[in-house]
C-alpha cells in the first residue's frame, strides 16, 4: 500500500503546479457539463492505475476545477485563501480527530472553546454562553430553530409535533430557513415571510403585526430569524428594534449571521449588529468573511442549557470519561465530527484579534472602491447601499444573467447575479480580503473590455420595468 511520504510529496507537487496554474490563469477553463465525462477520465475501475497515470489525471482534475481563491473570483460569498487557515485545516486532516470527546480530540477541544468563548465576549453574551460548530449556516439555522422548537413546546420532543408553531424569517433571508421549518416538523407553510424595506432590511411594525395576528388566530410564535447580512443586497435586519419585540412576547430570537456575522471583529461596523446581545442565539460563518477553507460555521447560544437539552443524548459507549464541558459530542448534531475549529484558531492565533478586525475591514474598504466606481461611472447603475460588501450593478443596461455567463464562459472572470423587487443585477461581493484595490478596479477593466470587444452581448438589453 502507498505510503505517505511519497503522497505528501505528490501533494506538494501538484499544488505547486496548481498555484502555478492560477497564476496563469485565474479562471479555470469551462467543461460543459454535458461534456464531463469525456473531457476528464473520472471513472472508477477494477484494476488499480499506475503513478504516472494516477498523477496525470489528479493533476487534470485540479487544473479543471473552477478556481476560488484567485482575484477574479466573485462568485459567491467565499473566496480567496488565508494561507495560515489553510495550514490549520491541512494539519485537521492529518490529525483525523473526531471532535465529540476529550478522550479523542485532546487540546482540540480547548481550541474550539477557546474561539467560542471569545466569540461570546464578542457578541456580549456574558457567563452561562457557549456554541459549537455545525456543519454550515444553514444547518447553525436549523439547531437554533430546534432550540426555539423545544423551548416553545416541550413535549415536542416525546410526542411530535402537535401545536400551531409559528416562525418569522424576512423575504430576503436565506432558504435554508424554508428547509428548516419542514425538517422541524413545523412545517413550510408556518413560515410568515416578513416584507423588507426599500433596502433590504427587515421592517419591524410589520412583524409585530404579524405576530399579534398570529396569536389572535391561536398560533403559537416561535421563533424569529433576523438577518446580519442577507444573501443578495448584504443587508442587517435591525436587530435591537427587533429584540424589542421578540422580549415583549417570548419569541426566540436568532442572528443569522451565516454572511456578516463576522463583523463581531470589527470596531468600525459592529454597530450594524446593535443589539445582538439580546438575541438568543447567534451564528457566523468563518469561510465566509474571515477567508478559513469551507466549512467552518459557528453557532453561539447565550443559554448553554438550550443545547443541552435539545441536543445532548445519554450513550455509554462514547462518553466514558471526562466531565461534559469537555465532551463536545453533548451539544452537537453530528456523532463523529470533524474539527472545523483548528484551521480557524491557526489563523487566529497567527493574525490575532487585530488581524481578524483587518481582514474584516479591509473587505467593506474594497466595497467602497467598487461602489464608488459604479457611482461615478455614467454606464453603470447601482442597486446596493453603504455598509455591505455585496455591489449590485448593471452596466450599458445589458442582460446581467447573459453577461454573467458570458463572462464565465470565455474565462474573464466569475461573478453572479441576483434580483431585489424588480431588477436583476451583476452583485460583486467583494469577500476576498487578500484582494487588493487594483483587484476590484481590474474587475471593472477586464468587463468592460470584453464588451467592448464583444459588442453583441449589448444587443440582448434590458427592459428595465
Ligand atoms: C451562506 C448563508 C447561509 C448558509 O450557510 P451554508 O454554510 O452555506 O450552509 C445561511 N444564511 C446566510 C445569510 C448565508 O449567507
Redesign the pocket.
Known sequence: MSNINSDLALFNELVEALLNEEEKNPVADRIEADKLYDSIDLSLNESAMIDDEFKTVLRDVLISTPKTATNLFFNQ?FGGRQGKAVLGDLLAVMLNNSMYTYKVAGPQVGIEQEIIRQSCDLIGYGSQSNGTFP???????YMALIMARDVKDPSCKLEGMRNPLVVYTSVE??Y?NAKNVSFAGIGRNNIRYIQADSTGRMIPEKLEEQIIKDLEDGCIPTYVNV?????VLGAFDPIDKIADITEKHGIWLHV?????GSIIFSEKYKHLLKGMERSDSF?Y?A??MIGTP??C?IILVKDKKHLHSSFSNDADYLYQTDGDDFNLGKTSFQCGRRNDALKFWTLWKSVGTKGLRQIVDQQFDLADVAREYVSNHPDYTLYSFEDSISICFNYKNIDPTTLCTVLYEHQITVVGFGSFNEDTFIRLVTINATNSKEDILNFFNVMEEFVEKNPQVLTKSLSFS
Open positions: 460569498l456543519t454550515g449556516g444553514s444547518m447553525s439555522n433571508s436565506h435554508s438577518t446580519a447580512g442577507t444573501t443569522d449571521g451565516a454572511y456578516c451564528s460563518n469561510h465566509k469551507m466549512t460555521s
